[in-house]
C-alpha cells in the first residue's frame, strides 16, 4: 500500500529551523516527483517547493526562497525539507505529496497526513 509519512514538525521560534521528512513505502521513489504543500488555519493550501523524480530539478514558492530546500534520498525513500529562517507566517500543516512523474505536476496522486509546524516566540 502506498504510503506518505511526515515527520519533523514542531515548535520553533522566528529565525529557527527545522527539517521536514516524507518518508515513502509501498513504492520505488525513484519514478516519482514530490511536492511539499502547506496549509494555515483559515486559507487555502499553497504549494511550497516540488522536486523532480531524479532530482535534477527544484522549484519554490516565492514565499520561501532563499529559506527552504528541498532535496532527496531516493535510496531512503525519503523527501526533505530543510526550512531556514522561519518566520511565523510559515505556521501551518505541511503535506508532502507524490506522482508518477519524473517532472514536478500540477496535481498529485498521492498525500501524506500532514505535520504541524509552528512559529512563534
Known amino acids: 500500500q502506498l504510503q506518505l509519512v511526515e515527520s519533523g514538525g514542531g515548535l520553533v521560534q522566528p529565525g529557527g529551523s527545522l527539517r521536514l521528512s516524507c518518508a515513502v513505502s509501498?513504492?520505488?521513489?525513484?519514478?516519482?516527483?514530490i511536492g511539499w504543500f502547506r496549509q494555515a488555519p483559515g486559507k487555502e493550501r499553497e504549494g511550497v517547493s516540488c522536486?523532480?523524480?531524479?532530482?535534477?530539478?527544484?522549484n519554490y514558492a516565492d514565499s520561501v526562497k532563499g529559506r527552504f530546500t528541498i532535496s532527496r534520498d531516493n535510496a531512503k525513500n525519503t523527501v526533505y525539507l530543510q526550512m531556514n529562517s522561519l518566520k511565523p507566517e510559515d505556521t501551518a500543516a505541511y503535506y508532502c505529496?507524490?506522482?508518477?512523474?519524473?517532472?514536478?505536476?500540477?496535481?498529485?496522486?498521492?498525500w501524506g497526513q500532514g505535520t504541524q509546524v509552528i512559529v512563534s516566540s
Open positions: 505529496a507524490a506522482d508518477l512523474s519524473s517532472v514536478c505536476p500540477i496535481e498529485y496522486d498521492y
Open positions: 509501498g513504492f520505488t521513489l525513484d519514478y516519482y516527483a
Open positions: 522536486i523532480s523524480s531524479r532530482g535534477g530539478s527544484t
